[in-house]
């Protein structure tokens, strides 16, 4: 079942809503017909499950992953048909996931080794519950409460591909600009727990390799924007690269190369991962 699977993005982008699916699509028509059935208006229906009128609709049109809640909410209150709770098993859209985004999620979910270059946030995979939040509210349009913490929910739980107890173990990369941390997105108090926190998970995760990309530096392989390199059971490679409303998974492996081309690069030029992490120890004590 998708309930409660992997969010999407490093930022904000994570939390847009779907693109309809065909299970998403005859999930939401079984839901208008049994709500018409009962003679409820969208808002009516809403107000029974808990829920507003705009995720009725979202749900309806097959543009919102209904969460195991709406689905044990409404089951009662459209007659105990069990259709919903029989349909449910089959949604294939992941809750939280942007639409472009889900081919990416899926391949991070297997991959075995994973390398990440950030300029514009500290990347989903090592944020904090308050960063995660503080990021969601700062870039418009504003999430309603329930997609915010739908949003933070799938992004706590895809850090769970951080564990070295995974069999094998995911080989992580990062590659962090120094502007990212030193801009207290969120606050001190904030930064001080992001901080802490990344302090822990390096010192405390064999399989995490960390690298601050210093703000004065004269030459930079990293100047096109972010990018994410992925390496599949089957040692096949795979790249993501995301922007404004938009993300593109590449598959070419000429363009591949390019991109392992460039992130080898921006490994010589970051800080080593020794020196990373004392500065992030500099940087914790000056808060």
């Known amino acids: 079942m998708a309930y409660g699977n992997t969010d999407g993005g490093t930022g904000s982008a994570g939390g847009a809503e779907p693109e309809a699916s065909d299970s998403l699509r005859t999930f939401g ?3 208008h017909a049994l709500r018409e ?3 409820l208006s969208r808002e009516e229906f809403g107000s029974l499950v808990g829920y507003s009128k705009h995720t009725i609709a979202s749900i309806e049109q097959g543009r919102r992953m209904p969460d195991r809640d709406f689905v044990q909410s409404a089951e009662p209150v459209l007659g105990n048909t069990g259709a919903l709770r029989k349909a449910a098993p089959y949604l294939s859209r992941q809750a939280g ?3 472009w ?3 990416w999620a899926r391949l991070e979910a297997t991959a075995i080794s994973l390398y990440t270059y950030e300029c514009r946030v500290v990347p989903g995979l090592l944020q904090t519950e308050a960063y995660a939040r503080a990021v969601s509210l700062d870039v418009p349009p504003l999430p309603d409460p329930e997609e915010l913490e739908q949003r933070i929910a799938a992004r706590m739980a895809r850090q769970e591909l951080l564990s070295v107890s995974r069999k094998p173990p995911t080989a992580f990369s990062f590659i962090v600009e120094q502007a990212v941390l030193e801009r207290h997105t969120g606050g001190e108090v904030v930064t ?3 901080l802490d926190h990344l302090i822990e998970l390096i010192e405390g995760n064999w399989n995490v390799e960390f690298q601050i990309m210093p703000t004065r530096r004269v030459s930079h392989a990293g100047l096109d924007g972010p990018l994410q390199l992925a390496e599949t059971p ?5 790249a993501y690269s995301e922007g ?3 993300g593109r998974l590449i598959s070419d492996a000429k363009e591949i190369s390019v991109l392992q081309q460039r992130y080898a690069k921006l490994r010589s030029q970051a800080l ?3 020196d990373s992490l004392s500065l992030l120890k500099r940087m914790r004590g000056a808060l």
């Open 97 to 99: 996931l942007a639409s």
């Open 234 to 238: 089957e040692h096949r490679w795979f």
């Open 101 to 103: 985004f889900v081919q």
């Open 244 to 246: 404004q409303k938009n």
């Open 37 to 39: 059935h009962a003679g």
């Open 29 to 31: 028509a079984v839901v």
């Open 192 to 194: 001080r727990e992001l």
């Open 272 to 274: 080593t991962p020794e």
